[in-house]
């Protein structure tokens, strides 16, 4: 597609729910990230995906959350057992190598998650 | 690790007024940095770059410069339009962490 797609836009669930949140990034692009942005809070990072394999899940923030590149294009980032905490939008960005100076990374315009 | 501290929001500003947001930096070494802009609906889409101290990035009448000695990169624009009305994030990157650090982004509204 022409730009990164993140699906649903908008997500209601239960607490204690399992949800997935679903990135489909531009073609071609091998690196994708996974950001989070709480409310009043700039986008914090969680895991960075090169290919299929995750080179770095550092900010990840525990085990609940999950993500995964199977073949390298789409992601699916998985959070189990949701707490009102995880209330936050969602970000995906990918970009052609890894994100650095000389290359761009392209966002999408986020999945707002909202534990009830 | 990085970080970034930028002045908190909102701002309000008149049509054709002067636009300045504060941002400054902290990292090991010297980081490349960066304004991302919101706009209404949209994703984060960048705005300007600098990649070493002294540079200059401009986009879109926008401009900050890399000011080594005080760890700053603020934005700026001389005639701020309606269609600037955005949230704007200052962000630093720095090689080998192969990610980039936001700070809490301003909300600038501009008013006719």
């Known amino acids: 597609g022409a730009g990164v797609s993140q699906t649903p836009s908008n997500k209601v669930t239960e607490k204690g729910k399992y949800v997935e949140l679903r990135c489909d990034p531009i073609?071609?692009?091998?690196?994708l990230y996974w950001y989070r942005q709480s409310l009043g809070q700039g986008p914090e990072f969680l895991i960075y995906?090169?290919?299929?394999?995750?080179?770095?899940d550092s900010g990840l923030p525990n085990d609940r959350f999950f993500a995964v590149r199977p073949e390298g294009s789409v992601s699916t980032l998985k959070i189990q057992r949701t707490e009102r905490g995880d209330s936050a939008v969602y970000l995906c960005?990918?970009?052609?190598?890894?994100?650095?100076?000389?290359?761009?990374?392209?966002f999408g315009q986020g999945t707002r998650l909202t534990v009830v | 690790g990085n970080s970034v501290t930028q002045m908190e929001g909102p701002v309000t500003l008149s049509e054709e007024a002067f636009l300045t947001i504060n941002c400054t930096y902290t990292?090991?070494?010297?980081?490349?940095l960066f304004w991302y802009v919101q706009y209404p609906g949209e994703g984060l889409q960048l705005l300007l770059k600098?990649?070493?101290?002294?540079d200059k990035g401009s986009n879109k009448g926008f401009e900050a410069t890399y000011r080594k000695e005080t760890t700053s990169f603020h934005l700026e624009k001389g005639s701020v339009q309606v269609s600037d009305s955005a949230v704007y994030f200052c962000?630093?990157?720095?090689?080998?962490?192969?990610?980039?650090?936001f700070g809490i982004g301003t909300k600038l509204q501009v008013i006719p």
């Open positions: 960005a990918s970009s052609q190598f890894a994100w650095g100076l000389n290359t761009e990374a392209f």
């Open positions: 073609s071609g692009h091998t690196a």
């Open positions: 995906f090169q290919g299929t394999g995750a080179a770095d």
């Open positions: 990292a090991t070494g010297y980081p490349s």
């Open positions: 600098a990649t070493k101290a002294d």
């Open positions: 962000a630093s990157y720095s090689g080998g962490y192969q990610k980039v650090t």
